[in-house]
Each structure stands twice: as C-alpha cells, then as structure tokens.
C-alpha cells in the first residue's frame, strides 16, 4: 500500500499561485500513475490533472490547462500542482491519488483546502 500526504494549500487572492505537494510512502515502486482531484462544496470530486509515475508524461484537465501543472520528484517520491493564475471557482478541497494500473484510483491523501479569495 501506499501512503500519500497532501501539504500546501492554503488562502490567495485570485490571480495568485499555490504549489501542492504530495509526499507518498510505503509501495512506491509500482505506481502508475498520481493524480490530483478537487472537490467543491456541493460538488462532486472532479478530475484536475495526473502524471505517468515511470515516464513523466502528464494530463490536465481542460478547466485547468495553461494554469495548473504537474510534475513529480521520483528520488522524492513526491508529486507537485502548481497553481498559477487562480480564479474563485478553483477553492475546493485537493486530493492527491495513487493508483497501481488503469483501473481508478484507490489510494487517497487526507485533502488539502484551497481557497480563493476575489
């Protein structure tokens, strides 16, 4: 199994930046892919962007491309989301995930608050 700890959020203006940081341990060796997933208030949990564990290539979501990237540290075991160019409808609750193959995600951080002031 493998364990992830999310750390960075926090409040900003809109406009402002946020980095992310996920910090997995444990069954790290054999990930495929990490992802990042918010969840609004009242909203369902949304996809945000993830990157292939072995080769680095990455994904976005459209409501997040050209603004969020991410990218991982393998001799960290880390995995980062940079926020630039934050709007209000970006505050919600991120989660960093794990998963094993192409199947869903089944290992989850404990959520990290984002909040974006107008």
């Known amino acids: 199994q493998v364990q992830l700890v999310e750390s960075g959020g926090g409040l900003v203006q809109a406009g402002g930046s946020l980095r992310l940081s996920c910090a997995a341990s444990g069954r790290t060796f054999s990930i495929y892919t990490m992802g990042w997933f918010r969840q609004a208030p009242g909203k369902e949990r949304e996809f945000v962007a993830h990157?292939?564990?072995?080769?680095?290539?990455?994904y976005s979501a459209d409501s997040v491309k050209g603004r969020f990237s991410i990218s991982r540290d393998n001799a960290k075991n880390t995995v980062y989301l940079q926020m630039n160019s934050l709007k209000p409808d970006d505050t919600a609750v991120y989660y960093c995930?794990?998963?094993?193959?192409?199947?869903?995600?089944?290992?989850w951080g404990q959520g990290t608050q984002v909040t974006v002031s107008s």
């Open positions: 990157i292939n564990w072995s080769s680095g290539s990455a």
């Open positions: 995930a794990a998963r094993y193959d192409a199947g869903s995600y089944d290992h």
